[in-house]
């Protein structure tokens, strides 16, 4: 049976999506002075770069960036397999900081839970945020995202597929089943 894949978010929606994603993030912080966002290897950082980027636009402020790879705090590496680690870039204490953690797909939340004990080696947030451009459900871990683009109930055998333009040369969101 050959593969379906269905368009969840064009180009423009993707756009639309980051800035009100954007907005939220700026609405909900407070001190923006305290805001610092982390994006997810591998497109969570694109993401959190575009989502910086826009809140610079919105509020005239440049927010703290930086990376971080949870490729060494998963539980799962058995059955996802060994991945080459990305370098974590996270060039401030995060001690007292807002962090909002950026990822493209929360689906089991593994990934998630594996970044909140990354955080904790480059400090003590005062609080940690989480921001996802799709939520696909089938959570095995109690950890629910704070900003959500897109909420996409799934079947477990379907798979969503982010393009991002810095890494796949397009924005875009896709739903493949089969």
Excluded: W
Excluded at 9 to 30: F, K, Q
Excluded at 59 to 70: F, T
Aim: overall charge negative; glycine content about 8%; charged content about 30%.
């Amino acid at each position: 049976m050959p593969l379906e894949q269905i368009e969840i978010l064009s180009t423009e929606e993707v756009r639309r999506t980051v800035n009100r994603l954007a907005s939220e993030i700026v609405e909900r912080s407070g001190d923006l002075s305290k805001l610092v966002l982390l994006g997810i290897y591998t497109r969570g950082v694109p993401l959190a770069k575009t989502l910086c980027e826009q809140i610079q636009i919105l509020e005239k402020i440049e927010v703290p960036l930086g990376a971080i790879d949870i490729t060494f705090y998963r539980d799962d590496l058995d059955t996802i397999g060994v991945r080459t680690p990305a370098k974590t870039d996270i060039p401030f204490d995060l001690t007292g900081k807002t962090v909002v953690l950026i990822d493209d797909v929360i689906y089991k939340g593994r990934t998630i839970r594996a970044a909140l004990d990354a955080v904790n080696d480059y400090g003590r947030p005062e609080v940690i945020r989480l921001a996802v451009l799709i939520d696909r459900g089938h959570r095995e871990v109690p950890i629910h995202p704070d900003y959500i683009g897109k909420q996409l109930p799934t079947a477990k055998e379907e798979k969503v597929k982010v393009y991002l333009q810095e890494i796949d040369g397009r924005d875009g969101v896709e739903l493949i089943k089969g």
